[in-house]
């Protein structure tokens, strides 16, 4: 939220956040920022609880769903975000990387 935290907006928005949901989004959002891409690269992440831990799974696709890599595991609270970013560093290396860079190649040549 991009707001002073003593004004009555954030105290309104505050009352919303739900800690789980926001812990699972942040998550997600680390998987796939190692990677980047934006909204042109067929990527997604999800993480939800699953009892005492999280389960975080990623994938990144080729444009024409031929290829794609994924990851999937559960881990613990402790040093999640940590875990998350480990995580997205492995689906770069298994080759989303690669799949990011031809996406993007790919849709910027069909827009020139």
């Known amino acids: 939220m991009v707001t002073h935290r ?3 907006a954030y105290r309104a928005a505050s009352l919303l956040d739900h800690p789980q949901t926001h812990l699972e989004t942040k998550l997600e ?3 796939i920022g190692v990677l980047g891409g934006g909204c042109q690269v067929p990527i997604g992440a999800y993480a ?3 009892g005492n831990s999280i389960r975080i799974r990623a994938e990144v696709l080729a444009l024409d769903g031929s290829r794609y890599v994924k990851v ?3 881990v613990s609270y402790d040093n999640c975000e940590e ?3 480990r995580m997205g560093h492995e689906l770069a290396d ?3 990387r690669e799949l990011v860079k031809e996406a993007i190649s790919q849709t910027q ?3 020139q």
């Open 94 to 96: 298994k080759g989303g």
């Open 6 to 8: 003593d004004c009555e």
């Open 29 to 31: 959002r680390i998987v």
């Open 109 to 111: 040549s069909a827009c």
């Open 48 to 50: 939800c609880k699953q």
């Open 83 to 85: 875990k998350a970013l």
């Open 72 to 74: 999937d595991e559960i």
